[in-house]
């Protein structure tokens, strides 16, 4: 019996419309754009029942007395079935789903969006969902596994993805489909089906065939088409044995196969070619109902029936055995359409009705006797064979059994699954497969690309119209990928059989008129990645290879990633390329990173480390601060800075995530700056890229570091000052690498770090945690650290005051110990300069430079004079020092003994140019013998007027004055201005200030010329005498120690004295000092007046000047107002 097409009718307004039957089949149910579900009894139901959900339903599915719908205000509907009673929300979306379905029992629906989101959600309990994401467009359609182990779905973005649905992973995706940027523009809508009861297959219609897809090995096993069929297909659906499928094509067309015999059955034409937008078999009856775009309903009745007895005679023993693979488990014969096949030939020639049983869309009585004898006891195949065979035969082919074949098992693998490998893609760009999307965001200007069948073309413009005019480009080439900075366009193409893929450099900046330059790349080799940077471009191709060539066009290095390229973003001279390293899994990436400097000195700073990523991500933007910091953002919005303080490891600095009011909703970053401390991106709404027009708004998100327990005052104390610490880095990298940077920046960061960690030492001696306290004063500057000894002491905490002094002395030890080692580099540095400038001009010949002395006895005889006199005028200079070894004095916080000869040249100096010239080329003799010392000395004494750079006799004095007057301990009676001004002498003097004090040599004072700090520094200290007594306990102990080493161990052997022995040595020191007082500055004023004469008076009064220089007072206002507040 032929098929019978029954009239369309209308159902809906025009717009996409569907159709299903109810369980028992006895009624039809629609929906379309008028909003409208309607409930038919028949195709010539008149007065259908009428079910309002909103303004438009887009999509519903029906099971268990539920219906569930898609409506027009992003939500998924639930109304009972038929009465059509609200009955809640299951979800929603920020755009509309565009396709909604049961799983095969009714507990669950899966809704796929326009936001790129799939939900799973409980139909009990609607709070119990699940977001799958991976699409990268609009989702088209989703499907069910009938085992409720995977989902199918279809997206815009050209591919059909397997889902796991409990590890809510991707399982596989395939490119099949042609992408389009909305659904609207889409040419098939993929209406996925799977095989009913075993979900064996997977039935996908791409172009004008469908393709089947076996389970769990992903593979396509074969695919169904037919000449009548002349445009895409829109739609597949499975009859409910699992043997038929039918499909319906844009133009109309509607086509059934038998999917044993893959031999199409039916063919029929839509009167007026509308696009048929759903199928649905009935479930008992040969029916399949159908709807179009223009909102009509029609039915097929007596489907499947006709040449199947033809086609299936025909069979091959091949198709037989996919028969058995194909069918296996299907053991249910309820319906007509299982039993089909088998009396197809067994009712041949039998025309007689039987209207008391169930009539099979042949027309014909079952004989089911033979499946009823022994419950399905047959196998399929060997009781279709028979039947062929034997169409007469009956009850005798019971007995006839085929061989059982045992279906190998395939091992299974529990472990965590491989993730595929993240594609390269552009940073800042949006995907290249919409018609309209951005090639290139960043804080230069935007590039624009329009591909639609009116224009292809591209549109560069500028933030900042100063730089350059907007320019519009037409897109001949295809260019895919774009780049944008203050001196060029970058485009890149993809290559084709004909072509190779190019690089082409607009470079506008230019001064010649020859402006712009294309490059084709290798046969084969695909341009995948781009950057520009200053004066360079560099690109990545699949080849793994990257390739730099100058703005104008030369080319430079070649050379080999470690990886598949994933981006790469330039940055003045550095380079950052990320690459796959691996395969990652159970969803993490693999990735790692290079960092190269493409300056004058090329260096490797980063050699493929790991990029570190949140769980389950991947990386979505690459770039550099504003001022030159690596960084990048992934996909669940964490922004993370490169931290060059600590090794070059990755910080996390913001998460976009918190600031986003809905699940779907992102921020696309842009741009980041350190200074302000913004994150300028665009909010985008229920989807992960932002629409070209109307041009999008931009955000500016503040930084916060993860810290833990940030709602305490304690905690967005640290945050703030690690933050400050981190968005600082970048003023040492530019000084470091001779950049132009605003000083007042890390100026101004160091008094917010120094204000914070005052605060936080004040916090913490509220709470009586002093040890807290030591810990932040190891981050203190020496003049915050002498308001916090203040502070303490007024908040009586006088242990913690008394450490904080021992720790601000040790600390000024190390500073002037690190500033005199400094100073013997530059002094070395500057002698090797000279040497250099002068064997220039000179015969290399063997001089008094290059040979030793001639007599080594003179040389050492005159060496031990100069020692002598060193150690007198050592003396002179420092009379506080302790005099602790008889032989020599030292600085007892320097970290290895000054010799005889090295004190000498420190002080002697002084001493031997009464007219304040300074000789900076005299060497240590712990570097040179003392014969060579001595000639070498004479000789540059006398040719100081042909030095490079000489430091004026103030500054050196200044500096031999610093590291001399440090004392190991302060007394105990000391004022609090003295101790100020302690703080004041060893405060380590910055570049700045050394080049004013170059300039300005007057004011500084001499080692010499400070008369009123004598009389108060030479006065011993508990400590001194007690270190007297027990110097040589200590050297029997450890006789290894130098002299610093005594004084440390020292130290710590006194502080482990009780309070009352450490009061008892410093009431002793007091006693014991006071008597040769006068002596001893009697002998300095006349030591004094015999070394300076008449400038003595003046060079007093600039030490005077010096002394009582006030520090920042801004600063010191500021710290010491919140120090001493009162409540």
């Known amino acids: ?601 090329k260096r490797q700073v980063l050699h493929g480390n790991p990029l570190p990523l949140s769980k389950k991500s991947f990386l979505s933007w690459l770039g550099f601060s504003a001022e030159g910091s690596p960084c990048y953002v992934d996909s669940e919005g964490v922004v993370r800075l490169l931290n060059r303080s600590l090794g070059h490891t990755w910080t996390p600095v913001c998460n976009t995530r918190e600031h986003c009011k809905g699940k779907s909703d992102h921020y696309w970053v842009v741009g980041v700056h350190e200074n302000p401390q913004q994150l300028r991106c665009i909010p985008c709404k229920g989807s992960r890229f932002p629409p070209t027009l109307p041009r999008p708004a931009m955000a500016i998100l503040p930084f916060k570091l993860p810290h833990c327990q940030i709602t305490t005052e304690k905690g967005q104390m640290e945050e703030q000052y690690w933050r400050s610490h981190i968005f600082t880095n970048h003023v040492d990298y530019l000084a470091k690498n001779g950049y132009e940077c605003d000083e007042n920046v890390k100026t101004e960061a160091e008094k917010e770090q120094q204000e914070l960690l005052m605060k936080m030492f004040a916090l913490s001696c509220k709470l009586e945690r002093e040890f807290r306290c030591m810990e932040l004063a190891e981050l203190m500057t020496p003049n915050v650290m002498n308001l916090a000894i203040k502070y303490a002491s007024r908040s009586k905490r006088l242990i913690l005051a008394q450490r904080l002094s021992e720790m601000a002395l040790e600390k000024a030890a190390e500073l002037a110990s690190a500033q005199q080692q400094e100073d013997e580099e530059e002094e070395e540095e500057e002698e090797t300069d000279f040497r250099s400038r002068l064997n220039a001009g000179y015969s290399r010949s063997a001089t008094e430079w290059g040979r030793p002395g001639t007599n080594p006895a003179a040389h050492e005889q005159e060496a031990e004079m100069n020692c002598e006199d060193g150690d007198e005028e050592l003396e002179e200079a420092q009379p506080d020092t302790p005099n602790l070894n008889k032989k020599t004095a030292t600085n007892p916080f320097s970290r290895t003994v000054p010799s005889s000869e090295q004190l000498n040249s420190k002080s002697g100096t002084i001493v031997s140019s009464n007219q304040g010239r300074v000789n900076p080329f005299k060497v240590s003799a712990s570097q040179k013998s003392p014969a060579l010392a001595g000639s070498s000395s004479r000789i540059l004494d006398n040719m100081s007027k042909l030095t490079k750079k000489t430091p004026t006799a103030g500054n050196q004095s200044a500096r031999k004055s610093d590291s001399l007057i440090i004392k190991p301990l302060a007394p105990k009676a000391k004022s609090k201005q003295g101790q100020a001004s302690l703080f004041q002498n060893i405060q380590p003097k910055s570049t700045t200030k050394k080049t004013k004090e170059k300039e300005n040599p007057a004011p500084q004072p001499k080692p010499n010329s400070v008369p009123e700090k004598t009389e108060t520094k030479k006065s011993k200290t508990g400590f001194q005498l007690w270190l007297d007594g027990n110097r040589q306990s200590i050297l029997s102990e450890n006789p290894e120690l130098d002299e610093s080493e005594i004084i440390r161990e020292g130290m710590s052997r006194f502080r482990a004295l009780t309070n009352e022995d450490r009061m008892l040595w410093t009431e002793k020191a007091k006693g014991d000092d006071s008597a040769d007082l006068k002596k001893r500055k009697r002998e300095e004023q006349e030591n004094r007046e015999s070394q300076e004469g008449p400038d003595a008076e003046t060079q007093d009064d600039s030490g005077a000047a010096k002394k009582h220089k006030p520090f920042d007072q801004s600063a010191n206002a500021k710290l010491s107002a919140f120090a001493f507040k009162k409540d």
């Open 1 to 601: 019996m032929p098929v019978k097409k029954n009239p369309m009718r209308y159902a809906h307004l025009e717009g996409h419309t569907e159709v299903c039957f109810n369980e028992t089949g006895s009624r039809l149910v629609t929906c379309g754009s008028d909003g409208d579900i309607r409930i038919w009894e028949n195709i010539e139901d008149d007065d259908p029942k009428s079910i309002n959900v909103g303004e438009k339903a887009h999509s519903f599915a029906l099971k268990n007395g539920k219906v569930v719908t898609a409506s027009s205000d992003n939500a998924v509907l639930m109304h009972t079935f038929p009465n059509g009673d609200p009955d809640g929300i299951l979800t929603r979306f920020t755009t509309n789903a565009n396709h909604v379905v049961f799983n095969s029992d009714g507990t669950k629906i899966a809704a796929g969006s326009s936001d790129f989101l799939i939900k799973v959600v409980q139909v009990e309990d609607s709070s119990v969902q699940k977001t799958l994401r991976g699409h990268s467009a609009p989702v088209l359609s989703v499907a069910f596994d009938p085992k409720d182990e995977y989902l199918a779905s279809a997206g815009c973005d050209g591919t059909v993805r397997i889902w796991n649905i409990e590890e809510q992973i991707c399982e596989l995706n395939l490119s099949l489909l042609p992408k389009c940027n909305d659904v609207i523009n889409a040419k098939s809508i993929c209406r996925l089906s799977w095989q009913p009861k075993n979900g064996k297959f997977l039935a996908v219609p791409v172009d004008k065939a469908v393709q089947f897809y076996e389970r769990d090995a992903w593979t396509m096993r074969f695919t169904l088409s037919d000449d009548f069929i002349t445009q895409p297909l829109n739609a597949v659906t499975w009859s409910p044995c699992g043997r038929f499928i039918v499909a319906g094509s844009i133009d109309g067309r509607i086509v059934v196969w038998n999917v044993l015999s893959k031999a199409c059955l039916e063919r029929e034409q839509h009167d007026k070619g509308f696009t048929i937008c759903c199928l649905s078999w009935h479930p008992k009856l040969a029916q399949v109902a159908y709807t179009d775009m223009e909102g009509n309903l029609g039915v097929l009745e007596n489907v499947c029936h006709g040449g199947d007895v033809s086609a299936s005679t025909k069979v091959s023993s091949a198709e037989k055995k996919d028969y058995d693979e194909l069918f296996d488990g299907d053991d249910d014969d309820e319906d007509f359409l299982n039993g089909d096949l088998i009396d197809h030939v067994a009712s041949v020639g039998n025309e007689d009705d039987d209207d008391d049983n169930f009539t099979p869309i042949s027309g014909h009585t079952k004989k089911r006797g033979i499946l009823d004898d022994d419950d399905n006891s047959l196998d399929v195949l060997s009781l279709k064979a028979n039947d062929i065979e034997k169409p007469e035969g009956g009850d005798d082919d019971q007995s006839i059994k085929a061989p059982t074949i045992p279906y190998p098992s395939k091992p299974s693998y529990s472990g965590p699954m491989p993730t595929p490998p993240q594609k390269p893609f552009q940073p800042g760009s949006t995907p290249s497969h919409l018609s309209h999307h951005f090639m290139m965001w960043n804080s230069i200007g935007v590039i624009r690309c329009y591909n639609d069948e009116q224009d292809n073309a591209i549109d560069v413009e500028f933030h900042d119209t100063s730089i350059h005019h907007a320019i519009h480009l037409t897109n001949a080439l295809n260019h895919t990928i774009a780049d944008l900075s203050q001196e060029a366009v970058l485009l890149a193409c993809e290559g084709t059989e004909e072509l190779a893929s190019k690089l082409q450099c607009l470079h506008f900046s230019s001064w010649d008129n020859s402006k712009e330059w294309i490059v084709d790349m290798p046969k084969g080799e695909d341009i995948q990645a781009m950057c520009l940077g200053q004066g360079w471009v560099a690109c990545a191709t699949n080849a793994s290879l990257v390739r730099v060539f100058t703005v104008g066009g030369v080319q430079k290095e070649i050379f080999s990633l470690l990886g598949p390229v994933v981006c790469m973003a330039g940055h003045g001279e550095q380079l950052l390329i990320v690459h796959n390293q691996g395969t990652g899994l159970d969803g993490d990436q693999c990735l790692g990173v290079q960092l190269l400097e493409l300056g004058k000195q």
